[in-house]
Nanobody, 121 residues
Framework: QVQLVESGGGLVQAGGSLNLSCVASGRTFSAMGWFRQAPGKEREFVAATTWLGGNKEYGNSVKGRFTISRDNAKNTVYLQMNSLRPEDTALYYC????????????????WGQGTQVTVSS
């Protein structure tokens, strides 16, 4: 059974940092991605990485502040978030895809329950 379990969310002040984790189990994937969704807004692409080769992509709103990384031995993908802003407040989802990374969350086959990130001003 495939499972993606996110953790690491919480409440932080603007300018602070959080490190999200996503542990994958049940099968191997070609790539993993992070997406987020704030109340009343559409789901937004945050970052993605391949499991092998380390090719990474970032959404424009987080480029230079967020870093995606992976630990293949632990089947874990991380999202280091620095210089957080109130507009980063959202439910963050980890998603897994069996093909190349995509900025469209509809192309991902598996996803977790999400972890809430709240940034206060």
């Amino acid at each position: 059974q495939v499972q993606l379990v996110e953790s690491g969310g919480g409440l932080v002040q603007a300018g602070g940092s959080l490190n999200l984790s996503c542990v994958a189990s049940g099968r191997t994937f070609s790539a993993m991605g992070w997406f987020r969704q704030a109340p009343g807004k559409e789901r937004e692409f945050v970052a993605a990485t391949t499991w092998l080769g380390g090719n990474k992509e970032y959404g424009n709103s987080v480029k230079g502040r967020f870093t995606i990384s992976r630990d293949n031995a632990k089947n874990t993908v991380y999202l280091q978030m620095n210089s957080l802003r109130p507009e980063d407040t959202a439910l963050y989802y980890c998603k897994a895809i069996l093909s190349l990374p995509s900025r469209s969350d509809l192309k991902y086959q598996y996803w977790g329950q999400g972890t809430q990130v709240t940034v206060s001003s």
